[in-house]
């Protein structure tokens, strides 16, 4: 897999709904940049006290749901996973996850409510606008929306990257909330430098860059308390391979 690397943040102008009515050699212009290691950053996609009752219906549900073993399929369920430093891991990680799947209702309705930038990332990957927002599969691929929690004292990824092709050209993170400080999540430069690109968001904020420039999250520092909030939450907008998928790669750690 080829890589790129990070070239710095690019403000957006526009917030996401506004860009998805612009000509598409606009939107496009997008697509250029994060291609040459730019991040696109949107803020105040989302208000503070609704990233807040998202966190706590989140922790709501990992506090009461037990890990399952789901494999992705046409009309899954929703599943939690606990991914607590298992060696079976392609990518050393701690982080506690819900996904949802488009079929499936939720109380927050997550789909229809983040449905523009599942659209944004259809027209980047030069598909269909509105592909998995009428809640099928396409080619073996699924969108799936993933609360990714990190907690403090426990939480971080290895370097990492990911799959790039039709299913999904760019990665979308809505930053719920970041530790304090903030320096988790970052990108690696040429020089192999990291880039605490979230040092300079807020809870709200919504970017997207390339799947392939190097990235991860480093150990979120503090004393791990499993029944605290405290670490960084962000809400993922993936679009994955169901089991049936041969054609699409796993993550390569770094
Ligand atoms: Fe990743």
Redesign the pocket.
């Known amino acids: 897999m080829s890589k790129i690397f990070s070239t710095g943040i690019y403000e957006s102008n526009h917030r996401v709904d506004e860009l998805l009515k612009k000509d598409r050699d606009i939107i496009l212009s997008y697509l250029e940049k994060i291609k040459s290691g730019k991040v696109i950053l949107f803020r105040n996609e989302e208000n503070i006290d609704f990233c807040n009752k998202l966190i706590r219906y989140f922790h709501s549900i990992l506090a009461c749901t037990f890990e399952k073993m789901v494999p992705i399929t046409y009309k899954c369920e929703n599943y939690v996973r606990f991914s607590h430093n298992d060696p079976r891991a392609i990518v050393p990680l701690y982080c506690d996850s819900v996904s949802f799947f488009p079929w499936n209702r939720d109380k927050m309705d997550l789909f229809s409510k983040y449905s523009k930038f599942y659209q944004l990332k259809n027209i980047f990957s030069g598909a269909n606008q509105f592909r998995y927002i009428d809640a099928n599969i396409s080619e073996n691929t699924t969108a799936r929306i993933a609360a990714h929690f990190y907690p403090v004292g426990t939480g971080h990824l290895g370097c990492?990257l990911?799959p790039v092709g039709d299913h999904q050209e760019v990665?979308c993170t809505l930053l719920l909330s970041k530790p304090n400080p903030s320096n988790g999540y970052y990108l690696l430069n040429e020089n192999n430098d990291k880039i605490y690109i979230e040092d300079k968001m807020q809870p709200g904020d919504f970017y997207i860059g390339s799947?392939i420039i190097p990235?991860g999250v480093d150990l979120i520092q503090g004393n791990y308390d499993p029944e605290s909030l405290d670490g960084r939450w962000a809400l993922l907008f993936p679009v994955n391979k169901t089991i049936e998928n041969e054609k699409i790669g796993d993550?390569i750690k770094i």
């Open positions: 990492h990911d990665t799947p990235h993550s």
